[in-house]
């Protein structure tokens, strides 16, 4: 049976359980990264010696664990790629500036257990050779800013963090920065020239890697408060020990933000691949299925950046069974494995965990309107592709939900669509030109009709008034 | 930082209070205006007392975000058609839609100057203003 795994929200809703740094020892807490402070290092068969830092980033490569902001990438690969012989001081970033729509985890960790990120982020920072580090969490999150900065503070008291933490000789600063109100500084990039004071318009890559020039043109690491979680728990158990959880290359545990038609809304920690998106949805540990009467039209699987998938969408999914060879096979939506990898074959993503649910009494066209606003409003308009395509999608979207369509909008949305995507900086073209596509691709019919109904009815319109003036 | 500071004491970020920055900073005063105009959360204007903030995002349109909206601008004498930010004319309320407030799960949320509501229905908002003309 399907059910929750609870490794980083183990006692966030427990009754009684608090932010504060006692509650957080009590429950073990801190104690990673006593473990991670008093490792030693480890002889090699060549005789060299490895260093426990080294030690810490292999474990975390060998742990499998991959970003849970959005991407999906790998962190050790992340962390291996950072540059440790330019001499230049190395920062990290923890990026809470959790606003892509339909995700609502990262808010769970910053207000209920802040401690846990801070003490991932210290055993990351270590790891990584880090003597500052910064916390950037959105604007809107007023309370969870202070909550954050509070939580620092006792950790500095009980020498935590500040200078020669826990006498191990190593010093590190976390300070929290906040944003106001711009999506576009989830983007790391983005993120970082807003960190430097300056509008968050997105770097260009080449030669901006943050692994090399990031802060201050200084190599940086920029991970999600969730992966910064999950190394703590990597420390804690072990990386071959926390590799075991989930499936092979999706390893560990998620928090997938469910939101929209369901019964049930809310944040489900499991195991990842290991709960199906119909199992998310409708079992009675998750979603608890649709309201009465309702039928599922269609799902947006991680954000609603990702492209929407149709209900009773057929996918040729490719499994390795563990004696045999590659086989591909069909798999219907719902049983789709929630994990990076299957819903990459689906031709989506799983970005970051969140799934709306869309039931069969909403409008593609409305839908699709409301999802295109938001990202008129949020591009930052650096490039031209973005900056205008976003914006005539959305007036079109408009014109549509309001009686003014016509037929063709449909093909005209494509169009713009396919000429924003890889034409941009950032990512950002493609997080809204690919809904555009899926959407306007998976239920063209509902778009054309909408609009020669409207068509149709201002034309009657026309001749009836043009008939009456005679 | 310097600016969710000014912002706090003063309401929103004046002109003034741009040249000020920008000369106690060493920049131009044009650095610290693109921030002003990029950034949603700041103001160049002053808003009301109690700013309403509806979440306009998906998730919560889906569960009644615009009725919500719609029952704060006629309850406090808006026009519920007009786009932006609006304020009353006794600057008791500003009331206004906004992106993605990260709560999607306890949908439709508002946000009433730094307080957070969650699964706001018609009643609920009615509770929320009277809890903002008790103060």
Redesign the interface.
Known sequence: MPQEHRLILKHADAPGYTPDVECYTRHGGYEALRKALAMIPRDLPDGKKMSPQEQIREDVKLSGLRGRGGAGFSCGIKWSLVDRRSGKPIYLICNADESEPGTFKDRQILHKDPHQLIEGMIISCWANDVKLAYIYIRGEFPAGAKILNHALKEARARGFLGKNILGAGYDLEIHVHRGAGAYICGEETGLIESLEGKRAYPRIKPPYFPAVLGLYMCPTIVNNVETLCAVKHIVSMGGADYARLGTPNNTGTRIVSLSGDVKRPGYYEVEVGKASVGELIFHENFGQGLREGRRLKAIIPGGSSSKVLKAGEKFKLKRKPPDGQMVATDVDLLDLPYDFDSLQSAGTMSGSGAIIVLDDTRSMVDTLSNVSEFYAHESCGQCTPCREGSLWMSKALDRLSNGQGRKQDADYLLHIAQNIQGRTICAFGEACAWPVLSFVKKFKDEFETRGAEQEAARAGAGTAGGASGQ | ?F??ALQEHFGFISKDAVEWTASKLGLQPINVH??VT?????RQEPLGRHQIKVC????C??AGAHQVRTFFCKRVGLDPHKHGPQTTSDGHYTVEF??????????PVV?VN?T?HEQVTVEKAEQILAGCRAT
Request: a negative charge.
């Open positions: 930082m600016l969710h693109e921030l990029f950034y949603p959360m700041f306009r995002t998906l998730s349109a889906l906004v992106e993605c407030l990260a709560s999607c799960g306890t949908a946000m730094e957070f």
